[in-house]
């Protein structure tokens, strides 16, 4: 089991920057790669960004390459997320999440979630 928690959201004006964190605990040398979604409000939850744990490789989705980083700290199991000229349409509820299995890009290959944070951008 893995349990996940995620922090630093809030509320930001548009162009403005925000850095999410998710500590991890539990059996956490069993995941394979852990990412973050995001869902808004009316819509579906969708990959934000992914990373594996190990190797550091990571992916991106178009909407928001180059102006989001993921990254990890293996030796304090946290995954953050710093998110840089943020804009209205990144409002939503984002969520942490970690797989056990190597398709990180795959939203049904996550079986752990957080409970989410809410990050809100104002005009």
């Known amino acids: 089991q893995v349990q996940l928690v995620e922090s630093g959201g809030g509320l930001v004006q548009a162009g403005g920057s925000l850095r999410l964190s998710c500590t991890a605990s539990g059996r956490t040398f069993s995941v394979y790669a852990m990412g973050w979604f995001r869902q808004a409000p009316g819509m579906e939850r969708e990959l934000v960004a992914a990373?594996?744990?190990?190797?550091?490789?990571?992916y991106y989705s178009d909407f928001v390459k180059g102006r989001f980083t993921i990254s990890r700290d293996n030796a304090k199991n946290s995954l953050y997320l710093q998110m840089n000229s943020l804009k209205p349409d990144d409002t939503a509820v984002y969520y942490c999440a970690a797989t056990i299995v190597g398709r990180m890009t795959q939203i049904g290959t996550y079986n752990y979630w957080g409970q989410g944070t809410q990050v809100t951008v104002s005009s």
């Open positions: 990373i594996s744990r190990i190797e550091g490789s990571t």
